[in-house]
């Protein structure tokens, strides 16, 4: 029996920011929704009600108007920093997986000078020269791709602790007059991720990245309002909707197959699945078809944590508040065990397909 060891990225401290402004289907009542340039004629209560229907989101938190993106993940990573019990100055890397960048409320523009990381940084005080601060733009899947791209450093044996940070403020970038805005919400995740030696696989053991641009790049862009009377030269974010959710159920249950089989590992020895907080009904369709790729007909309970229905999605922060909280015993139902395997899984833009197996 071999007893070489092996490095391995462990997660060795988690945080989160949870903005405390609850919106509610109510705060949508007054709203003016337009489709195809034209005002939808159904009553506003009737499309909250089938959209919370469909996505199981019934509230969304927005950020209070003296924070930006950047101020979000300083607060997640000085959490995960506690939570690890570390030096600050012993952090080599610093990642921040975000799409839009810093927006100052009642502006659309996107601040990105300096990386919102080198902003982290700097507001850490972090003065060790050797920690590198940059950022990562992969639509939603970023954070799930910051993870992967620690991981590889940490194998290469040129890092010893990467800090990765999840983190969106959509509520600044979305159009009011398209209903798919009702999905979208703020938030800031970040997860220290640590070398450890190990004879055993530990950590992140197995992942997987596909990119669908040619033929599904146009699902999630930037574009104008759908009111026809803007002219402000604004872009905001638009999605397909329908052609999405067919392209994730499809697509994303077997690139989760491909890393988890990649870890020699079968369905049934996955405990938990930490899924981007998209569409409630979408992530269900997903679990449910990557189940039926290993012809088993019913997941499991207590499989997947949702956050999704208070909230939303926010995009990168998703997958690293989610984990934050469950870890912290703030999902009721769930709770990791040492020894048991995660599978952290995402879609969004670009179109971009990630996953990677993680042994607690």
Request: proline share 4%.
């Given at each position: 029996?071999?007893?070489?060891?092996?490095?391995?990225?462990?997660i060795s401290g988690t945080g989160s920011y949870i903005p405390d402004?609850?919106?509610?289907?109510?705060?949508?009542?007054?709203?003016?929704?337009?489709?195809?340039?034209?005002?939808?004629?159904?009553?506003?209560?009737?499309?909250?009600?089938?959209?919370?229907?469909?996505?199981?989101?019934?509230?969304?938190?927005?950020?209070?108007?003296?924070?930006?993106?950047?101020?979000?993940?300083?607060?997640?990573?000085?959490?995960?920093?506690?939570?690890?019990?570390?030096?600050?100055?012993?952090?080599?890397?610093?990642?921040?997986?975000?799409?839009?960048?810093?927006?100052?409320?009642?502006?659309?523009?996107?601040?990105?000078?300096?990386?919102?990381?080198?902003?982290?940084?700097?507001?850490?005080?972090?003065?060790?020269?050797?920690?590198?601060?940059?950022?990562?733009?992969?639509?939603?899947?970023?954070?799930?791709?910051?993870?992967?791209?620690?991981?590889?450093?940490?194998?290469?044996?040129?890092?010893?602790?990467?800090?990765?940070?999840?983190?969106?403020?959509?509520?600044?970038?979305?159009?009011?007059?398209?209903?798919?805005?009702?999905?979208?919400?703020?938030?800031?995740?970040?997860?220290?991720?640590q070398a450890k030696e190990s004879e055993v696989p530990t950590g992140?053991?197995?992942?997987?990245?596909?990119?669908?641009?040619?033929?599904?790049?146009?699902?999630?862009?930037?574009?104008?309002?759908?009111?026809?009377?803007?002219?402000?030269?604004?872009?905001?974010?638009?999605?397909?909707?329908?052609?999405?959710?067919?392209?994730?159920?499809?697509?994303?249950?077997?690139?989760?197959?491909?890393?988890?089989?990649?870890?020699?590992?079968?369905?049934?020895?996955?405990?938990?699945?930490?899924?981007?907080?998209?569409?409630?009904?979408?992530?269900?369709?997903?679990?449910?078809?990557?189940?039926?790729?290993?012809?088993?007909?019913?997941?499991?309970?207590?499989?997947?944590?949702?956050?999704?229905?208070?909230?939303?999605?926010?995009?990168?922060?998703?997958?690293?508040?989610?984990?934050?909280?469950?870890?912290?015993?703030?999902?009721?139902?769930?709770?990791?065990?040492?020894?048991?395997?995660?599978?952290?899984?995402?879609?969004?833009?670009?179109m971009h397909i990630n996953a990677f197996v993680y042994k607690f």
């Amino acid at each position: 029996m071999s007893t070489e060891k092996h490095l391995y990225s462990i997660i060795s401290g988690t945080g989160s920011y949870i903005p405390d402004n609850v919106i509610s289907g109510d705060a949508f009542l007054n709203s003016t929704f337009y489709e195809n340039g034209l005002k939808l004629e159904k009553a506003n209560d009737e499309i909250i009600r089938k959209f919370s229907e469909i996505t199981e989101i019934n509230e969304r938190r927005y950020v209070s108007e003296d924070t930006v993106n950047s101020n979000m993940g300083t607060i997640a990573a000085q959490r995960a920093i506690n939570d690890a019990g570390i030096d600050k100055e012993t952090l080599d890397q610093i990642i921040f997986c975000h799409n839009f960048g810093d927006i100052k409320p009642g502006s659309n523009r996107m601040d990105i000078l300096p990386s919102l990381a080198a902003k982290v940084k700097q507001a850490l005080d972090i003065q060790n020269p050797d920690c590198v601060a940059y950022d990562l733009i992969f639509g939603c899947p970023g954070w799930v791709q910051g993870a992967i791209q620690a991981n590889y450093v940490i194998k290469s044996g040129d890092a010893n602790r990467i800090l990765v940070i999840g983190a969106e403020t959509l509520s600044r970038i979305i159009d009011p007059h398209d209903r798919d805005s009702m999905i979208f919400s703020d938030g800031a995740g970040a997860v220290i991720f640590q070398a450890k030696e190990s004879e055993v696989p530990t950590g992140i053991i197995a992942h997987k990245t596909e990119t669908h641009a040619v033929n599904f790049g146009s699902l999630l862009v930037m574009g104008p309002s759908y009111n026809p009377e803007e002219t402000n030269g604004n872009s905001y974010l638009k999605m397909n909707g329908r052609k999405l959710y067919e392209f994730a159920v499809i697509n994303v249950p077997q690139v989760v197959k491909k890393a988890i089989d990649k870890a020699g590992i079968g369905i049934k020895d996955i405990k938990t699945v930490f899924i981007h907080q998209a569409n409630g009904k979408m992530d269900h369709a997903i679990m449910k078809r990557l189940f039926k790729l290993y012809d088993v007909d019913e997941v499991p309970v207590n499989l997947v944590p949702m956050t999704i229905s208070w909230l939303g999605n926010s995009s990168v922060a998703t997958i690293p508040t989610l984990l934050d909280l469950v870890l912290k015993g703030k999902v009721e139902g769930y709770k990791v065990k040492e020894g048991e395997y995660a599978v952290f899984a995402s879609v969004g833009a670009g179109m971009h397909i990630n996953a990677f197996v993680y042994k607690f």
